[in-house]
T-cell receptor, first 112, second 113 residues
Framework: KQEVTQIPAALSVPEGENLVLNCSFT??????LQWFRQDPGKGLTSLLL?????REQTSGRLNASLDKSSGRSTLYIAASQPGDSATYLC???????????FGQGTTLQVKP | ETGVTQTPRHLVMGMTNKKSLKCEQH?????MYWYKQSAKKPLELMFV???????ENNSVPSRFSPECPNSSHLFLHLHTLQPEDSALYLC????????????FGPGTRLTVL
């Protein structure tokens, strides 16, 4: 059974700092890995999708990597801004059913 | 209107009420999903529909009844809920069931008294 864990649960950093959010999963037979952002009381916004055959994806200041052998994914945020404050969720797809298994999220606060 | 929309955004109901949540996607997708987000728990998949056919029921109690009349609309009918069913209910869609990015709606915040 696939389980997804995110560390840390919460993170507070000063503006401008580079930071890394961690995600680990128990089943290396993961098909793909997605990172989402969730603002308080809102739905999820997809940030990056890493397909099974890929090792990383980049979008602007965000870079996500996937290492299936070690069961880990990281989300790197460069030059953090107060607008980056949100909860970041990683989710893995086991099998080809589209079923996403979510971690509990990392709540990020970027202080001006 | 674009993307995935959900109504109502907030709902308060008693345990004996019957209500329905509505989701609509304007993306031309063929797969739709219901998720439940409870406080301090990971998002949980409830149901998956592909081309209007339910393809997954993730051990959800029968007091939750989904309906997908067409590929653009998804409903979640609620009856005789419990206070522990209070949560944020999120709808999502993707081009096809499988490995595509899922696009989420804003959710319905449900409170059961």
């Amino acid at each position: 059974k696939q389980e997804v864990t995110q560390i840390p649960a919460a993170l507070s950093v000063p503006e401008g700092e580079n930071l890394v959010l961690n995600c680990s999963f128990t089943d290396s037979a993961i098909y793909n890995l997605q990172w989402f952002r969730q603002d308080p009381g809102k739905g999820l916004t997809s940030l990056l999708l890493i397909q099974s055959s890929q090792r990383e994806q980049t979008s602007g200041r965000l870079n996500a990597s996937l290492d299936k052998s070690s069961g880990r994914s990281t989300l790197y945020i460069a030059a953090s801004q107060p607008g980056d404050s949100a909860t970041y969720l990683c989710a893995g797809t086991s099998g080809n059913t589209g079923k996403l298994i979510f971690g509990q999220g990392t709540t990020l606060q970027v202080k001006p | 209107e674009t993307g995935v929309t959900q109504t109502p955004r907030h709902l308060v109901m008693g345990m004996t009420n019957k209500k329905s949540l509505k989701c609509e996607q304007h993306l031309g997708h063929n797969a739709m999903y219901w998720y439940k987000q409870s406080a301090k728990k990971p998002l949980e998949l409830m149901f998956v529909y592909s081309l209007e056919e339910r393809v997954e029921n993730n051990s959800v109690p029968s007091r939750f009844s989904p309906e997908c009349p067409n590929s653009s609309h998804l409903f979640l009918h609620l009856h005789t809920l419990q206070p522990e069913d209070s949560a944020l209910y999120l709808c999502a869609s993707s081009p096809y069931r499988g490995l595509d990015t899922q696009y989420f709606g804003p959710g319905t915040r449900l409170t059961v008294l």
